[in-house]
Each structure stands twice: as structure tokens, then as C-alpha cells.
């Protein structure tokens, strides 16, 4: 299994809601990562999970929470998001995210999120 | 800070050419550089990893090169298809994360 899932895979949400976005892996990696992606740009990174702590928090609002139940689950909590938190909200894994020269990532599909 | 370029920014080719995408990065001082292809609404899918003391990575058709010192990649794709259209990325990895250029959208065309 070399899938990296994502659920949903579209979310509408007011600016009130509370929701969470869920991301799942089974290929025994212990870095897992929270990325953004607005429309016709590049992945900006958000988070980052090591041997399920947060080692890396790219200066994210508070209204996104992370959490990292066990080695193969990642969450984002959201929570009186703006309109302009709207994008793909991307989850990758990979082995290890030390220095190694040889670490491919494994992205999911994305969820589509949509703040009204 | 790391930046990374990719030019062009969009190309668009008939069927059965061969061509080239060239991506650019300022800090030489990198672990791998990774190429990823993007289809619309999509998540990434990683398509080859060079690591930094390598030169070059061939998969299938696709074949890329890294020069360091020089702060360059290319991707080259041999006798495009038109299922090849897509965005591509490529993406250095430093110490702490990885930073990922603007993409070129490519267009195949029948």
C-alpha cells in the first residue's frame, strides 16, 4: 500500500464551523506533513510531524489546528477560518524527515476546502 | 532563503515531440531535488528523485539531470503523449523543508 488518503475530498464550511480533516497512511512512515495549496501556486508547507510530535509550525494561524493521534493518522482542525483559507489542503508522508538524501514524499489526493 | 524558479511558466507541443522543462534554485547546499507532476484539482505524484550526489534519474520516458554547482535541473520527456499533460514541480529539500518552484503547465496536443 503506497496510498496517502485523504478524507473529504471537498468541504464547504462556514466561517462559524468547526471541522477536520482527516489523512491516513499504512506504508510505516513517521513524518507526516500539512501543506496548502492555493490555485496556480506552488505546495506552501504548514506542518510538520516527527515520530508523531510537531517539529515544524511554519508560523500557521491558531484557527488550524494539527494533531497526530498515532504514527499513521494526521488531523486538521479548523476552526473560524477567513474566505481566503480557501485551497487545497494537501497531506504528504514520508519515512523519516531527517537529512537523508534519498526521501521521497507520498502526497494524498487533497481535500478541497471552501470558506463562506 | 532557498527560491526556485521553473521556466517556462506554460508550453504547449504537439504529440510525439521531445522537450524540456528547466528549473533553477539560488542554494546549492541540498539534500535531493525532486520532480512531481500535477494533474488539475489533484495531489502530487512524485516522478523521480535525484539525490544530491547524483547527476541524473531516468524513469520510463523521463529522464533528469542535476547540476549542483550550477544550481539547475532538467526534465526531459521523451515522445510526449497527450496523458503527459500536467503540471510539473520541481522541489529542493534543504535542512528543514522543501521548497517547491511555480510549476509549468504543459499542454500536449494531439
Known amino acids: 500500500d503506497t496510498e496517502v488518503t485523504q478524507t473529504p475530498k471537498h468541504l464547504v464550511m462556514g466561517m462559524t464551523n468547526k471541522k477536520s480533516l482527516k489523512c491516513e497512511q499504512h506504508?510505516?512512515?513517521?513524518?507526516m506533513y500539512w501543506y496548502k495549496q492555493k490555485a496556480k501556486k506552488p505546495p506552501e508547507l504548514m506542518f510538520v510531524y516527527s515520530y508523531e510530535k510537531l517539529s515544524i509550525n511554519e508560523s500557521v494561524p491558531s484557527r488550524f489546528s494539527p494533531e497526530c493521534p498515532n504514527s499513521s493518522l494526521l488531523n486538521l482542525h479548523l476552526h473560524a477560518l477567513q474566505p481566503e483559507d480557501s485551497a487545497l489542503y494537501l497531506c504528504?508522508?514520508?519515512?523519516?524527515?531527517?537529512?537523508?538524501?534519498?526521501?521521497?514524499?507520498?502526497f494524498g489526493s487533497g481535500t478541497q476546502l471552501s470558506v463562506l | 532563503k532557498q527560491e526556485v524558479t521553473q521556466i517556462p511558466a506554460a508550453l504547449s507541443v504537439p504529440e510525439g515531440e521531445n522537450l524540456v522543462l528547466n528549473c533553477s534554485f539560488t542554494d546549492s547546499a541540498i539534500y535531493n531535488l525532486q520532480w512531481f507532476r500535477q494533474d488539475p484539482g489533484k495531489g502530487l505524484t512524485s516522478l523521480l528523485l535525484i539525490q544530491s550526489s547524483q547527476r541524473e534519474q531516468t524513469s520510463g520516458r523521463l529522464n533528469a539531470s542535476l547540476d549542483k554547482s550550477s544550481g539547475r535541473s532538467t526534465l526531459y520527456i521523451a515522445a510526449s503523449q497527450p496523458g503527459d499533460s500536467a503540471t510539473y514541480l520541481c522541489?529542493?529539500?534543504?535542512?528543514?523543508?522543501?521548497?517547491f518552484g511555480q510549476g509549468t503547465r504543459l499542454t500536449i496536443n494531439p
Open positions: 522541489a529542493v529539500q534543504g535542512a528543514q523543508k522543501l521548497v
Open positions: 506504508m510505516g512512515h513517521r513524518a
Open positions: 504528504a508522508s514520508s519515512q523519516d524527515d531527517s537529512s537523508a538524501t534519498n526521501e521521497k514524499l507520498f
